[in-house]
């Protein structure tokens, strides 16, 4: 089990008296605790240490605790930093002072000790709070930004592919949210378009890049790529929600697709969403055997489709969602 990791307490007081009573009240509170007896050494050492509260006194030489929460508050590194201000001044006009120099608490002189540990115990935990959520949302772009980086190099693969994944993400997004799929949904739902085809990345080159039909040898081999996709990406729990895409959206309403040969309802709804879509976007765009169909066509034969490959009702959902997906569509295919 990993430790939690000790908050830092920088105390800032001209008298060293003053920091060292400070240091008893908070001994046994399970801080780190640092000392500084200036503001100019304040600054310095909030630099290097990244503390999790500043306990800073007000009435200082050369550089007042206002000045010394202003620059604090100036920096960008040290801007969220929580300061408590300990003063000896309780009028309304040092307050006002202190909050406009971005200080968020106020501790009188002297001190109440029930009142001094509850304040530090409660913005420690607010403070750690705030950085763990941080670290979370770092760790979350960075995963994002990788498995966009998967599907870009799908797309060097497969030259067919080049900015379909993109396209098919956006639409399908778009299509749930006005199906009223809610937000945390479509936050797997974006992951799992994003990624519908990394099982290709198992396939050989010479399928991927054949002009040609395939042969029934070669179509076996296409067809595995919903496995290679479960193979590859179930191992990473952070993406067990986002599997129904990737391994189901060449399955059919009629039970007639692949791999599992899934049915009506046993077909996960995000995959029956996507399996429009998607098909949507390749008859949209030239390939090299083919120029894009008209909007027309598109309509007509995914409409033919609608109770074999497709869920009737998402077809009916997608046709009607069209007007509302102008905007999209156009930015997308520009």
Known sequence: MSQIQTSTILIVDDKPLNCQTLAALLHGQGYQL??????????????????????????????????????????PLLAEVP??????????????????????????????????????????????????????????????????GWARALELKDNETMGHSQRVTELTVELGRIMKISED???????????????????????????SALNDAERVIIEQHPTYA?????????????????????????????????KHEQIPLAARIFAVVDVWDALSVDRPYRTAWSTEKIISYIQSLAGTQFDPQVVVAFLEALPRLDKTLGLLYE
């Open 83 to 148: 300061i408590i201000l300990i003063t000896s001044l309780d009028d309304q006009k040092s307050r006002l002072e202190g909050l406009e120099a971005g200080a968020d608490d106020f501790i009188p002189k002297p001190f109440n000790i029930i009142e001094l540990q509850a304040r530090v115990r409660t913005i420690t935990r607010l403070n750690r709070y705030r950085s763990l959520r941080e670290e979370r949302q770092k760790l979350i772009q960075a995963y994002e930004e990788t498995l966009t």
């Open 185 to 211: 949904e479509l936050v797997h739902i974006r992951r799992g378009a994003l990624l519908h085809d990394i099982g290709k990345m198992g396939v050989p080159d010479y399928i991927l890049r054949k002009t």
């Open 34 to 75: 640092a000392f500084a007896l200036n503001g100019f050494e304040a600054l310095t050492q909030a630099a290097m240490l990244m503390p999790d509260l500043i306990l800073l006194d007000v009435m200082m030489p050369g550089m007042s605790g206002f000045e010394v929460c202003q620059h604090l508050r100036a920096n």
């Open 230 to 262: 479960y193979q590859m990406l179930s191992p990473i729990e952070y993406l067990h929600p986002a599997l129904d895409i990737p391994y189901c959206h060449h399955e059919h309403w009629d039970g007639q697709g692949y791999p599992r040969g899934l």
